[in-house]
């Protein structure tokens, strides 16, 4: 509803400068909450208009400013306009404020803020996103978590502003740590511990036969033999990798279902390893590729073409690289999805790598490949639970949910629950979801279970805690009737609320602009924090009728709000804790 507001202003902007509404409108902003509110609602920059053409008659800023503020007119909607340092400010009518964004988040609570035409140019096309990713047998280490998260961010929020959203899991089931499972599991694995305990023993005979190949040559041999095999396609390497490939991924998909995570399709490098031969063609017949003096298939990445920089895709026997099957796979998706945008979720490590996909990817013709996008992020560090190092995702699941089942049972104010372990489960997943999402991406940090799990603060609890006692409320008080008179909003704590919600599809668009849920996280925090206050400040128990309706209507504003920002960030919001 923030863009029935920027409409008005964007108007009154119109008549003075020319141009069109749909310049202007991208243009304003709401002004962050602060305790002074000393200055407007909403606002907009001069030396923006500018960069968007707009032709003003001097060249000192702050005089273009006061001109240009002495030709706006106040009218019901803009009751004050005021000048800043190039900045001019729009007071809004409070009551209309109250009315038209509470009436909108009652009568479509869960579309709020992404109907605003800030949004508009968003809502359409395709957008892939590939995340989580975990390699076959390999420990689900902390990189993993957060790749699965980042990138369930990313596939809700380009959801919610209109896209149709592919979620892929790429598996890393190929290449010469491949040859060594198979080789290892042919020595060391059993049927048995397979079926019972299919993950960690995958992973035991992993570790088992990388620590026996470092002394023993024959093993390397085996791996490396086990590996040809599955490239040959030997009916029995190919039965105990398929083998594999099924018992992981379906208990990933357990994993994922306890995360609130799914993917629509589940590949392998493997799925792609015979289209490399097809890329390596379609690069020599386009003379791209070069053969080295040692045998390897390269591509020069170097801009004066002296081969200063390149990247390997063949071995000199003729093998692929990790890279030669993600430009498969990127080829092959844009066949058969014709994505309009396509995501990779990875650690920081791997920059590089998708330099160098992107850039042989334009080479090779393709300019959809300048609407790929790689989204980094950083370490973790310190993440272990009671029993020790992690080995897969299901120890921190289970470790964030027994710690915060003792912090309940231990804390005054919990509820009876009928299901306190599920409930513990969602407000532990939260904490771990806040936590990692409250800077920038590529940070890295120190991970602490007694700072996660904290009740105060800027944590996933306290955001959990904010969206219960809302429902808690909101539940005591259903029988009451709509609100029709918003005028008990008009004080200075019901107002700030009102101003902080006016921002949603702005956080939304900066959140989609570059991909970080810190905006998103950051607003929500604040909104909770004004909740707090609000609680203590303005009471429904005893206050008239009119009062109490209003303040509901408020309260239950800020509750949908909460839990719609809450789903994006993948987070299930709980009504008891």
């Known amino acids: 509803m923030a863009c029935f507001f920027r409409r008005i202003v964007a108007q009154q902007l119109v008549k003075i400068c020319g141009q069109s509404e749909n310049v202007f409108i991208p243009l304003i902003s709401a002004v962050p909450v602060s305790k002074k509110q000393s200055l407007g609602d909403l606002r907009v920059s001069v030396n923006s208009l500018v960069q968007n053409g707009v032709d003003l008659p001097h060249d000192d ?7 240009l503020a002495k030709q706006i007119k106040q009218n019901a909607v803009v009751e004050d306009i005021i000048t800043g340092r190039g900045i001019i400010y729009f007071r809004l009518n409070k009551l209309i404020l109250a009315q038209k964004l509470l009436k909108q988040l009652h009568s479509d609570p869960e579309r709020f803020g992404l109907k605003s035409e800030l949004l508009t140019h968003l809502q359409s096309g395709t957008t892939l996103v590939e995340f989580s990713s975990p390699n076959v047998a390999k420990k689900f280490h902390a990189g993993h978590l957060r790749s699965t998260i980042i990138g369930n961010f990313i596939s809700n929020l ?5 896209k149709e959203v592919i979620r892929v899991n790429y598996l890393g089931d190929w290449g010469m740590q491949f040859g ?3 080789a290892g599991f042919e020595q060391f694995g059993s049927q048995e511990k397979l079926k019972s305990q299919a993950l960690e023993h995958l992973f035991q005979v992993y570790v088992q036969v990388n620590r026996e190949a470092e002394r023993d040559e024959s093993l390397r041999q085996a791996a490396a033999e086990f590996f040809r095999r599955l490239e040959q396609k030997e009916p029995q390497a190919l039965l105990l990798w398929k083998q594999f490939m099924e018992i992981t991924v379906e208990e990933y998909k357990r994993i994922y279902k306890r995360l609130g995570v799914h993917f629509d399709h589940y590949t392998g490098e493997s799925f792609y390893q015979s289209q490399t031969q097809n890329v390596l063609e379609d ?10 003096e040692k045998g390897t298939s390269v591509v020069d990445l170097s801009d004066a073409g002296d081969m200063s920089s390149y990247a390997t895709l063949a071995r000199s026997d003729g093998t692929s690289l990790y890279l030669t099957r993600d430009i498969a796979a990127a080829l092959d998706r844009k066949r058969r999805f014709d994505f309009d945008e396509m995501i990779y979720v990875t650690d920081k490590s791997q920059t590089v790598h998708f330099q160098h996909l992107f850039h042989i990817l334009t080479a090779m013709g393709h300019q959809w490949a300048n609407r790929c996008a790689h989204v980094a992020f950083g370490r973790v560090q310190g993440m272990s639970t009671r029993r020790g190092e992690v080995i897969f995702l299901e120890d921190v699941l289970e470790e ?8 309940m049972r231990q804390s005054s104010t919990s509820k009876a629950l009928e299901d306190p372990e599920e409930t513990a489960e969602k407000i532990g997943i939260s ?29 996933g609890v306290f955001l959990q ?19 029709s008179d918003f005028s008990p909003l008009m004080d200075n704590r019901s107002v700030c609320i009102l101003q902080h919600l006016l921002r949603y599809d702005e ?56 839990a719609s920002g809450m789903r994006i960030l993948g987070i299930t919001p709980v009504d008891k804790m």
């Open 431 to 459: 904490a771990l979801i806040i936590q990692d999402f409250k800077g920038p991406l590529m940070s890295d940090y120190k991970f602490e279970w007694d700072k996660v799990l904290q009740a105060q603060g800027d944590t």
């Open 465 to 483: 805690y904010t969206h219960a006692r809302l429902c808690s409320l909101l539940s005591k008080y259903s029988h009451e009737k709509e609100c």
């Open 507 to 562: 956080i939304l668009l900066q959140s989609e602009t570059d991909l970080q849920p810190r905006h998103l996280v950051n607003f929500l925090m604040t909104l909770c924090h004004l909740v707090a206050s609000a609680h203590r400040e303005l009471p429904v128990k005893g206050s008239s009728a009119q009062v109490a309706q209003a303040r509901l209507c408020l309260f239950s504003g800020c509750r949908s709000v909460l």
């Open 400 to 407: 964030a949910r027994n710690r915060m089942l003792d912090n």
């Open 61 to 67: 800023l702050q005089t273009n400013t006061e001109t």
């Open 283 to 292: 690069l020599k017949t386009k003379h791209l590729l070069k053969t080295t």
């Open 158 to 162: 380009k959801k919610a502003l209109g």
């Open 180 to 182: 060594l499972l198979g």
